[in-house]
């Protein structure tokens, strides 16, 4: 069915399935904008309230578990659950809405009854008994008739005074006018006869007090773990009998690779590059401060919809037009990009030396803008537990915490010397770690925002300690890279303690541009200024592969005097081979090993002497370090 969403300009449709699986679908043929986890993850139905402002959905678990909740359909988020279900069930649970004011449910041969603002079960009966385990019940338009199915393939019909009028037909007894949504009287219908039969009165007094209202600001909040799924692992056990070697990449035909289309000028560098949480696009970012969405379609060449290197996407644009970053009078030479996607998908945080502006990803429209410069921001990361929130990093080296809800920075945090870089939540460790162009790292309370911890990167004998410096966490959201044109290394965050270091070196020599972990933490995928791409073991940093530039570029620009190079790397977030490039001609790339080969080289041996590349480590005990561990 079509649900119309009130107060808005577009119209989407809600589909659930077996599996759990929620889905919104625009009129597009572009596929599913947001994919949610349903309560119970099985059968589930969803409806909006009469006036189209609410949200509920009822489902059951494979146990039997009933959930009825009423949802923030502008966050993806479970705004509330109704409590009151006794009996598992063995099959769907139906409900229904009246009024804008109250839900119904048929479960335990009852109908239940709930004010839409209340989580408590308000009143229940059994219609005088001869209701199935599963009753399926329905309003009518006024709210004032419910039909009840029986167990004798009929049905009931329970009213309320005015409904009781409306039944003309229907010869009525004295009663008291009843406090509950539906009161005293029931009609039972079947093939053979009709009755009128008494439904004894509830004492429940109903008060209603406002409705809470969804936010008129979207923020992009998922906090139910909305559909991600798990990470697909390719076989990276490691081959003991195979003697180690380094894979060299050369030729186009040695890997899988697609280039996304642009129908727009793609002369500005991609500077700023990710995946969708739910694994079907990439958006970037340029330089000149325009995004741009590309989508995989489910179809027969592509039947899980996911982001592959064998079919080409779409460069889906919606004709509200770009969605472009607020950059008058922003100097682009020096702006520095800045970009978050939300957990579900639906809506995208950014700025290019500008205000940042929170857009919606299905329409790309401006839904407001906030933080105006000086000073600008430079990095921008939603709070794990509460997408409300948002770290953002400032050009004036401060972080500022903001709630997106009510537009008010709530806490600003000092202690970098230069601009922020880069920012990283841990779940485990309940930390925020922040990166500078200063080169330090520093540790900050989630809960407190107090700053922990403060540490310097170890900067290569030469080099400048400036630069960008970027963090992220390790899936087991203890151990984190950390990424510097100088060196990639990974520290125990737990200390701060660096376990690993890598400095280009060999057939690997030029700046590091970008990296980032793969999605299920096993490699590291690195650029480099010379056009090269290295594919690391994450334990060891051995270098695993390497992928020159002749395998992305055109022979034409290999052989111009135009230097075309990866400026930043994303990881497929489901698959773990999987990467994205953006390059500094604006276009974008997916790679994947060939089907043959299936990962990028050959895992490398046991390190039996934790040395890595001539630097001697200690051995990573990161899994039995804890957050108390960490040392102001």
């Avoid at 209202?213 to 559909?227: E, I, M």
């Amino acid at each position: 069915m079509e649900l119309r969403i009130a107060k808005r300009s577009y119209s989407f449709i809600f589909s659930t399935a077996v599996d759990g699986k929620i889905k919104a679908w625009l009129y597009d043929n572009l596929g599913s904008r947001v994919d949610y986890d349903a309560p119970g993850h099985w059968c589930t139905t969803m409806l909006y309230s009469a006036d189209g402002s609410r949200l509920f959905s009822c489902g059951t678990s494979k146990d039997g578990e009933s959930y009825l909740v009423e949802w923030n359909e502008s966050e993806g988020a479970i705004k509330r659950t109704y409590g009151g279900f006794r009996k598992k069930s063995a099959g769907v649970v139906s409900f229904d809405t009246a009024q804008n004011h109250f839900l119904a449910a048929g479960e335990d041969s009852q109908i239940k009854f709930w004010d839409m603002d209340n989580i408590n079960l308000l009143t229940s009966t059994d219609a005088e008994g001869g209701l199935p385990s599963l009753p399926r019940v329905r309003f009518n338009k006024q709210g004032n008739l419910l039909a009840v199915t029986t167990a004798d393939n009929g049905f009931k019909i329970l009213a309320n005074a005015a409904g009781l009028r409306s039944l003309r037909a229907v010869e009525t007894s004295s009663f008291d006018t009843l406090r509950t949504p539906i009161a005293s009287a029931a009609i039972k219908a079947s093939g053979s006869s009709s009755a009128v039969a008494n439904v004894g009165p509830a004492s429940s007094k109903v008060e209603r007090s406002s409705p809470v209202r969804p936010s008129s600001v979207p923020n992009g909040v998922d906090p139910l773990g909305r559909s991600v799924e798990k990470p697909r692992v390719l076989d990276d056990a490691i081959d003991k009998t195979k003697p180690w070697q380094l894979a060299e990449i050369v030729d186009p035909g040695q890997c899988r690779l697609v280039t996304l289309p642009d129908s727009t000028d793609s002369s500005s560098k991609a500077v700023r590059l990710l995946y969708t949480n739910n694994a079907n696009g990439i958006l970037a970012l340029g330089s000149n401060g325009v995004q741009k969405l590309w989508k995989w379609l489910r179809n027969e060449q592509n039947p899980s919809g996911k982001a592959t290197a064998n079919v080409v996407p779409h460069h889906w644009q919606p004709n509200s037009g770009l969605m472009t970053n607020d950059v008058i009078g922003v100097n682009l030479e020096e702006a520095v990009p800045c970009i978050a996607v939300s957990k579900n998908d639906s809506y995208v945080l950014s700025a290019t030396g500008g205000k940042v502006s929170l857009f919606n990803l299905m329409t790309f429209r401006v839904m407001t803008t906030f933080m105006s410069p000086p000073p600008a921001s430079t990095f921008l990361a939603f709070h794990p537990q509460d997408n409300n929130i948002i770290a953002i990093g400032m050009e004036d080296s401060t972080i500022h915490i903001y709630n997106v809800r009510v537009a008010e920075v709530k806490s600003k945090l000092k202690g970098h010397q230069k601009r922020i870089t880069g920012l990283a939540f841990s779940t485990s460790l309940n930390i925020l770690v922040s990166s500078g162009a200063d080169a330090h790292l520093c540790v900050w309370s989630i809960d407190t925002w107090e700053k922990r911890k403060s540490v310097a990167i170890q900067i290569p004998a030469g080099k400048a300690p400036t630069g960008e410096t970027r963090v992220q966490f390790h899936s087991d959201q203890i151990r984190m890279l950390v990424v510097h044109e100088t060196q990639l290394a990974i520290y125990d965050a737990s200390k701060m303690e660096r376990i690993q270091q890598w400095i280009p070196q060999d057939v690997l020599s030029a700046p590091i541009t970008c990296a980032a972990y793969s999605c299920n933490s096993q490699s590291v995928y690195a650029t480099f200024c010379d056009g090269n791409i290295g594919v690391f073991d994450a334990d060891s940093m051995r270098l695993r592969c390497r992928i020159a530039s002749s395998v992305y570029l055109s022979p034409a620009i290999l052989k111009g005097n135009q230097t075309v190079y990866p400026l930043v790397v994303a990881a497929h977030p489901m698959e773990a081979n999987q990467f994205a490039i953006g390059l500094s001609d604006g276009t974008v790339k997916v790679m994947e090993p060939s089907e043959s080969e299936g990962k990028w080289g050959l895992n490398p041996p046991p390190i039996d002497n934790s040395v890595v590349n001539g630097r001697t480590t200690s051995p990573s005990t990161t899994s039995n370090h804890t957050a108390d561990q960490l040392q102001r």
